[in-house]
Each structure stands twice: as C-alpha cells, then as structure tokens.
C-alpha cells in the first residue's frame, strides 16, 4: 500500500504520547483507526516500530530510528508547502551555544554581503543535534563527537577548554586549572548538548558531585549563583560574559572538535557554500 504522511502523523503521535488511547485523541481518530494505521505503517517497513507488551508503549530500537526520520520527514514536506517560502529558501543554521563563537558576525555579515538572495538563519536549538535530526535546521555547528546516524559532518576547528566558575570561587586565583583542581569541586553537566561528561576524568579520580541541567542558560546559572564549576570550550567567554563569572584555561584535557553537519541525501542546495564560507572566514581569522 501507499504510506502517506497521516502514517507519520500517527506514529510520532503515538511515539510522544506513549500511549495509543491519548494519541488516538489528539489525533481525533478512533483506537482501532490509529491502530490499524500503524499496523500498515510496520508493514510496509517490514518492521516492528513500537513494543506494545507493557502498559506504557515503548520505542522499539527501529522505532527510535524511524523516529527521527518520519520528524524530518515531516518538516520537510512543511518547509516546502509553507507558502512564505516560494519567495526564498531560507537556509537554517541550528546551534546549542556559542554558534561559530567569535567567528559567528563575520560568517552572517560575509553571507549577507555574497549571497544576499538566500536568508541564512542561526536559530539555537537545545538538542544534542540542534534540531538536525529533527528537520528543524538544514545544517548545524555542533561541539563533540556526533555519533547519530544519517548525519555527515566536516571539521571546522578545535577549541581548547576552560574552567568556568563563580568570580569567589578559590580557583580564580589560579592562572591555569587542572582536572584534579575541578574535581574537588561539584561540576555542572549539560546533560542534552554538553560537551563535558564523567569520562573527562580517570574513573579514579572522578568529581564527588554533579548538578545537572538541560540547556546553557541553566548551567551558567547554577555556576554564577554558586552552586558549581563547569567545563567549556574557548568560545563560551566571549558569548557568556557575566560579572559573576571568571574564565581560566583547562591545562590537562584535549580540545573539543567544531563540525559543520548535515544531513544524508538530498539537502539545501547552498549548504556548499555555507561550508566553503565557514572555512574562508575561519581562514581570514588566523590572518
């Protein structure tokens, strides 16, 4: 049979909601009918999406891979329909902090003085992809390994780490910290887009504490207000200055790589020239 885009709908309705009864509701179908659609949907991918043996529906390995392509998917196909966009193509450019950091005014003002007919937007998005996996952005500048699937990636640049921490804090006297002075102290994880994780340090030497949060604002509070250090990259200064906060260098850990990624497959026909682009402004930056 034909899948349609209301096969989409219906999974990812059921894949949010965990539940056939409420999705079938939000939906404004019957049971059976959302049911039987994604029967048919599991069909035609000969595979089973959802694990239907507990109360609460959960995501079969398939289905949380399926899963990002059937959002993607979906965006898509609004992105073309939207008819704002038969007057241009807006090319999106999804970031979790920081962007290009200090490079980021001269790639927007570069791209608006040598492709003014194509609107490039940086659009921040608190997602370990910045929405790429999503289809909320064509392309993203993303910090660290990137291991989802479907995605082709191109080093940019690597930025060194630092410490952030409260302007009281003891280690502001340091000129240079290490990863045994940070561990002393409770450390601020940025669980979704993070770049910092336990295994930054040996598994024997390993801070006592954490307090986890789920986006940049969260973690630069609970730094500013006290309540613990972080680990950032180079870029983060110069985007995040707050009286409360000081920056000092990381002298024992590697640096973290800045990769252009992308999506598999077809994509925005000017992704090439946003890459070519990035490498020039990074260029002229060493100059």
Avoid: C
Wanted: no cysteine; proline share 7%; charged share 20%.
């Amino acid at each position: 049979m034909t899948i349609e885009l209301r096969h989409l709908r219906a999974f990812l309705a059921i894949a949010d909601e965990g539940n056939v009864t409420r999705a079938a509701a939000r939906l404004h179908l019957s049971q059976p009918a959302l049911s039987r659609t994604l029967r048919q949907l599991e069909d035609h991918l000969a595979a089973r999406l959802v694990d239907r043996s507990t109360h609460h529906l959960e995501l079969t390995a398939e289905g949380h891979t399926f899963r990002d392509k059937a959002r993607a998917a979906l965006a898509a196909v609004e992105t073309a329909l939207d008819p704002g966009g038969l007057k241009s193509w807006p090319l999106r450019l999804g970031h979790t902090w920081a962007a290009l950091g200090d490079h980021t005014i001269p790639l927007l003002r570069r791209w608006d003085e040598t492709r003014p007919g194509i609107p490039l937007e940086l659009l921040r998005v608190d997602d370990r992809t910045a929405g790429l996996t999503q289809g909320k952005v064509d392309a993203a500048l993303l910090r660290g390994a990137v291991t989802s699937p479907g995605l082709r990636t191109q080093l940019l640049l690597s930025e060194e780490r630092v410490v952030v921490m409260p302007a009281d804090s003891p280690l502001a006297a340091l000129p240079r910290v290490t990863l045994a002075d940070v561990a002393a102290h409770r450390i601020a994880l940025n669980t979704v887009s993070g770049t910092t994780t336990m295994d930054l340090w040996p598994p024997t030497a390993r801070p006592v504490a954490t307090v986890d949060v789920t986006n940049t604002d969260e973690w630069l509070i609970a730094i500013a207000a006290g309540r613990a250090v972080g680990i950032s990259t180079s870029a983060t200064p110069s985007n995040h200055t707050h009286p409360a906060l000081v920056y000092r260098p990381l002298a024992d850990a590697p640096p973290v790589p800045v990769v252009l990624a992308w999506r598999e497959g077809l994509g925005h026909p000017a992704l090439p020239d946003l890459l070519a682009l990035a490498h020039e402004v990074l260029a002229a930056g060493k100059g």
